[in-house]
Nanobody
């Protein structure tokens, strides 16, 4: 079952910034708050790449390609996870998705529609 709704994608120039949002409108707070959450991205012809994750205690991890440029955060009262992206590069162009992860990094729910980020001049 799809639980997450992604938004905030856009066309942006190299060096620009965007903030993506991932909401869980069907999920009650007591289910959302303990979730390990992740942002993924996918380009045509390739599998989804985990770019950032955040634990319930807000411990964060990042893929090497986005470290220092992306910041993941969460607002449990809004059942929302954010991805602040800065210094965007053309290689960041992808459809971005969010999902909850198990302890062994398996995704827990069906994928939503994602949000398109295009970095181009």
């Amino acid at each position: 079952q799809v639980q997450f709704v992604e938004s905030g994608g856009a066309l942006v120039q190299p060096g620009g910034s965007l903030r993506l949002s991932c909401r869980a409108p069907r999920m009650i707070t007591s289910v959302f708050n303990p979730l390990l959450m992740g942002w993924y991205r996918q380009v045509p012809g390739k599998g989804r790449e985990l770019v950032a994750s955040i634990t319930p205690d807000r411990f964060t991890q990042y893929g090497d390609s986005v470290k220092g440029r992306f910041t993941i955060s969460r607002d449990n009262s809004r059942k929302t996870v954010y991805l602040q992206m800065s210094d965007l590069k053309p290689e960041d162009t992808a459809v971005y998705y969010c999902n909850a992860l198990s302890a062994n990094k398996q995704t827990r729910y069906d994928w939503g529609q994602g949000t398109q980020v295009t970095v181009s001049s």
